[in-house]
T-cell receptor, first 112, second 116 residues
Framework: EAQVTQNPRYLITVTGKKLTVTCSQNMNHEYMSWYRQDPGLGLRQIYYSMNVEVTDKGDVPEGYKVSRKEKRNFPLILESPSPNQTSLYFC???????????FGPGTRLTVL | AQKITQTQPGMFVQEKEAVTLDCTYDTSDQSYGLFWYKQPSSGEMIFLIYQGSYDEQNATEGRYSLNFQKARKSANLVISASQLGDSAMYFCAMREPSSGTYKYIFGTGTRLKVLA
């Protein structure tokens, strides 16, 4: 089944404890992206990647890191999480130049 | 700066009626793409419809159509014959193609409730 998977789906952590949210797609998509969704703010793009080893900042990259060492994987790294990073996070992928993004199920992160 | 505005935080519509969800955008680019996504209460994001800035015809996908008015910079979603399953959050989005990048900007969403 074609899909985007994210792990974990739910995470509660404490300020400053490094964490990684994994994202993987099995559709051979070039484009992958991370978003955060907050009430009243819609989705905001954190980082995106056009292909392996090619990443770029979205609108809210502060406090996040990403890497794209393999085409299928695009992990989101929070080196030192803070409470303002409590949010619902979505990973998405698409073929380069195509219109439809496929979204993962979301990861709900709480930073205490 | 590029921006998407959805001015309707919430809307109600009677089952089987049509409803229009508003979206206006701001960009200085000539080439861009506009999207609508649906987010049911279960949380997943579902792609509905796409309109390219150079497309002369309004996009349609089943009961969904996009009323694209380029001069007014609006890309309203029209849902015909609403169903109870259409109750969800709807997001308008724009892809910024400048410099060959693919940044996306989303609006704040409109929550639609379909009444039986």
């Amino acid at each position: 089944e074609a899909q985007v998977t994210q792990n974990p789906r739910y995470l509660i952590t404490v300020t400053g404890k490094k964490l990684t949210v994994t994202c993987s797609q099995n559709m051979n998509h070039e484009y992958m992206s991370w978003y955060r969704q907050d009430p009243g703010l819609g989705l905001r793009q954190i980082y995106y990647s056009m292909n392996v080893e090619v990443t770029d900042k979205g609108d809210v990259p502060e406090g996040y890191k990403v890497s794209r060492k393999e085409k299928r994987n695009f992990p989101l790294i929070l080196e030192s999480p803070s409470p303002n990073q409590t949010s619902l996070y979505f990973c998405a992928s698409s073929l380069a130049g195509y219109n439809e993004q496929f979204f993962g199920p979301g990861t709900r992160l709480t930073v205490l | 700066a590029q921006k998407i505005t959805q001015t309707q935080p919430g809307m109600f519509v009677q089952e089987k009626e049509a409803v229009t969800l508003d979206c206006t955008y701001d960009t200085s680019d000539q080439s861009y793409g506009l999207f609508w996504y649906k987010q049911p209460s279960s949380g997943e994001m579902i792609f509905l419809i796409y309109q390219g800035s150079y497309d002369e015809q309004n996009a349609t996908e089943g009961r969904y159509s996009l009323n694209f008015q380029k001069a007014r910079k609006s890309a309203n979603l029209v849902i015909s014959a609403s169903q109870l399953g259409d109750s969800a959050m709807y997001f308008c989005a724009m892809r910024e193609p400048s410099s060959g990048t693919y940044k996306y900007i989303f609006g704040t969403g409109t929550r639609l409730k379909v009444l039986a």
